[in-house]
């Protein structure tokens, strides 16, 4: 493989392409027009607020895998169960929503650092904490999540966006208010004998 000169012989053709730093084909917070009969405007509207959803689900599906792997006491088995559940889930509309945002045009969130910055989910320490305590936190990210999701949704119904709306009641709202019910009938408090 040397040129009998000790010079290896190198083909340029062959080499893979390795290109770190072109040019982004669509900048973020930028509209490409597709053909779905939606103004631009509508389009952005939706695609701005998708991408704050897209920030708060990640990290609601982050934190579930964080108390999936970090919870302890006597529960532990069902809520390591639960957790890991409620974390497919959420995945799950992770991909519905920033497909949706990439169908309407828009540029989707992806990476971690860009998310840490936009979620409204306050962050929690990196230790362990106690299942009440996972249980709370859990419960306040849902919350922002559905407040927000309602907004959105009489937004894109006002503004003609069916699609996106659809998505917001069908599967976000729906998805995390069954898991505030899972959740959350864990931290009722229920005597363990039926006396006054
Ligand atoms: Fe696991």
């Not at 939606?38 to 895998?65: E, F, G, H, P, W």
């Not at 904490?129 to 009489?154: D, N, Y």
């Not at 019910?181 to 229920?190: D, I, L, N, P, Q």
């Amino acid at each position: 493989m040397t040129k009998g000169n000790g010079h290896p012989i190198v083909i340029e053709r062959a080499r893979p392409l390795a290109v770190h730093q072109a040019k982004e084909i669509q900048p973020y917070g930028t509209v490409a027009r597709l053909p779905i009969a939606l103004d631009a405007a509508v389009c952005a509207a939706s695609i701005d607020n998708l991408n704050q959803l897209l920030a708060d689900t990640m990290t609601v599906r982050d934190l579930y895998k964080k108390h999936h792997w970090q919870v302890g006491g006597p529960t532990f088995y069902q809520l390591h169960l639960l957790f890991d559940k409620h974390f497919n889930e959420q995945s799950e509309l992770v991909d519905s929503i920033a497909e949706r945002i990439q169908s309407l045009g828009g540029v989707s969130l992806a990476m971690s650092h860009d998310v840490a910055e936009t979620t409204l989910i306050p962050r929690p320490p990196r230790g362990r904490e106690e299942v009440p305590v996972q249980l709370s936190r859990l419960l306040h990210a849902h919350e922002i999540i559905l407040k927000e999701a309602r907004t959105m949704a009489r937004q894109a119904a006002e503004a003609g966006d069916d699609g996106t709306n659809d998505l917001l009641v069908s599967d976000v709202i729906r998805t995390n208010e069954m898991q505030v019910w899972f959740v959350g009938e864990h931290v009722v408090s229920t005597p363990v004998l039926g006396h006054e």
